[in-house]
Each structure stands twice: as C-alpha cells, then as structure tokens.
C-alpha cells in the first residue's frame, strides 16, 4: 500500500501537474535578467501622440504648400505643426515616451511648408500689386528654361 501511494505522487502525470504548468508559466514570466538579476519585464515605449500630430500637420502643411492655392491654409498648418513638433520633441525625451525624430520629421516638414507658403502669397500678391514688378523674374525664369 505504502508502495502505491509513492508511486501515485511520484508519477509524472499525477493530480498536481495542472498546479506545476500553471506555477511554471508564472515563474517563466517572472525570470530575471541573466546578466543583471534585475526582472527581465520589459516595458515597450509609446510613439508620443504629439509627436505624430507634429508630423501629419508638417506632412499636410508641405503638401498644401505645394499646391499654391493652398498656401494661406498651408501657413496655418505649418503655425500648429512647429508648435507640435516643439512639444513632441520634448515629449520624446521622456523615459515611457519615443518619437522625438517623428516630431523632428514633422517639425522640419512644417517649416519648410512655412516658408513656401510665405513665398508663394508674397509672389501672388506682387503679381497682383503691379504685374510689371515680376516682369524681370519672369524674363530670367525664360532664359534659365529656354
């Protein structure tokens, strides 16, 4: 009898295996780290939502820049797109928090749409003011080309 019990506890198979997968999948999960003993529970970072704001706002602001007769909407999306990027840019220096070139990203595109839009409603409103003032630009764009 003595025997049957020893076997019974023993066997690999016996009441407690639920109980052994269940502990073993807890103590998996809770190893540490083999080269500092600290917990290996790893914690991904988050892209910060700032950062790709920033970057759709500069995306959008460059494309509507492009277009011209976007441009004035361009310089409003370029104005909250800087904004953005500035923020993003000190967001992503956070420990939880990534996206610091996403905001560069954005924060680049939307300067450079800034300044597009600026120069192209500076060149409509010459052309509009006095037609002969871009005369000469328009004669030298002609040579360049032709």
Do not use: C, Y
């Not at 999960?29 to 917990?39: E, H, I, K, L, Q």
């Not at 003032?133 to 080309?145: D, M, R, T, Y």
């Amino acid at each position: 009898m003595m025997g049957e019990e020893k076997l019974a506890m023993t066997h690999p198979r016996g009441a407690d295996d639920a109980d052994h997968t269940t502990e073993e999948a807890t103590t998996s999960a809770d190893r540490s780290s083999w080269t500092t003993g600290a917990p290996s529970a790893v914690t991904r970072a988050k892209t910060s939502p700032v950062a790709v704001f920033a970057l759709v706002f500069g995306l959008a602001a460059f494309i509507f820049a492009l277009t011209g007769v976007l441009s004035p909407l361009a310089i409003l999306f370029a104005i909250v797109g800087i904004v953005l990027g500035v923020m993003g840019r000190k967001k992503g220096l956070q420990p939880q928090l990534t996206g610091k070139g996403v905001a560069t990203g954005g924060l680049v595109l939307a300067v450079i749409a800034l300044l597009l839009g600026i120069i192209v409603i500076v060149g409509a409103v010459m052309g509009l003011i006095g037609p002969s003032l871009l005369g000469p630009v328009q004669q030298q764009f002609s040579n360049l080309i032709g």
